[in-house]
């Protein structure tokens, strides 16, 4: 990868957490700034709360932690569904004139999210509500409508298996008169047209190659957003747990035992020495 398309390690975080900061934080900035038709300089704005929903779906997996931070800092109250917690709904009394997480100076902080809980990892990452999405679809559907009374018109699938829900959540529940927006890490599949709604679908695998010229300019409009915002404490990385024993052998190791770490947090291999 090309130097300016990467984020320079912010200066309050692990090596570790900045390896694994790049994928899941760009996807979930092209899903909101490109899909959902938010301004890429909204998030170190300081913009004022907004009266508004944002739907995020696997609020708790890797694009998710930063969709649900990003949504939050812009200043929506955001809905995340995920699947642990043992709660069906939950609605946070987060009021929204303290969006902001209050900033973590301490170098090196490695914050540990309680990733075996996704309903308390998305409380502490600032979720305005959550839903359980083991749940079936009318059960989420109506969950969806009483918390945020249809008062929402941008919903992102940050898992990719989101998208028959999202389109009835955004053509039968949303109240929003003006245009909808629908972004997806799912760019595989067939998908219907939403009535009323543009849908974006997510593509970061083509980054580095060339011809991808529009990817990379904006690409390089998030990363100073990013870095600013992880060390400001606004945003926190996810989660890592470091694998195996380090070195390419150790590498090869992991691959060969399939091992992926504890849910919610990204494992990271030691190739070489920093
Ligand atoms: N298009 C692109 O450019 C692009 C880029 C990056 C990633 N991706 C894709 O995006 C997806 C997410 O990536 P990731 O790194 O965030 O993965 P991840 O950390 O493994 O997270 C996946 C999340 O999906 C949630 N999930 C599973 N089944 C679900 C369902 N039925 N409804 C709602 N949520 C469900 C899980 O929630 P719980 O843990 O709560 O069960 C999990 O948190 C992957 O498919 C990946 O391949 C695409």
Redesign the pocket.
């Known amino acids: 990868m090309d130097a300016p398309l990467t984020i320079p390690t912010p200066k309050n975080i692990s090596f570790e957490q900045a390896a694994t900061l790049g994928?899941?934080s760009y996807?979930a900035s092209?899903g909101l700034f490109e899909g959902l038709n938010i301004p890429p300089d909204h998030p170190t704005s300081n913009p004022e709360p907004k009266d508004e929903w944002v739907i995020v779906?696997?609020?708790?997996?890797?694009?998710?932690q930063y969709a649900v931070q990003l949504a939050k800092t812009c200043g929506y109250k955001v809905l995340a569904?995920?699947?642990?917690g043992g709660e069906e709904v939950s609605n946070f009394p987060n009021p929204l004139s303290s969006y902001r997480i209050p900033s973590s100076s301490t170098p090196y902080t490695v914050y540990c999210p309680p990733s075996d809980d996704?309903t308390q990892l998305l409380k502490s990452l600032s979720a305005t509500a959550t839903l359980n999405?083991t749940l079936d679809h009318a059960n989420q559907l109506a969950a969806i409508r009483s918390l945020t009374g249809g008062n929402f018109s941008r919903v992102f699938d940050?898992?990719?298996?989101?998208y028959p829900l999202a389109a009835k959540a955004l053509s039968e529940i949303s109240t929003a008169a003006g245009p909808k927006y629908f972004t997806t890490?799912?760019?595989w599949s067939p998908l219907d047209e939403i009535p009323g709604t543009k849908t974006h679908?997510?593509?970061?695998?083509p980054i580095g190659r060339e011809g991808e010229e529009k990817l990379h300019e904006n690409i390089k409009k998030y990363i100073p957003v990013i870095k600013t915002l992880v060390e400001e404490g606004t945003v926190f990385t996810n989660g890592v747990e470091v694998l195996g024993e380090g070195g390419i052998e150790g590498l090869k190791g992991v691959l060969e035992k399939g091992e992926k770490g504890e849910?919610?947090k990204k494992g990271v291999v030691m190739v070489g020495g920093v």
């Open positions: 994928v899941g996807t092209l779906f696997g609020g708790a997996g890797s694009v998710g569904s995920c699947s642990e996704g999405h940050a898992a990719g298996y989101s890490t799912d760019d679908r997510i593509t970061l695998g849910k919610g």
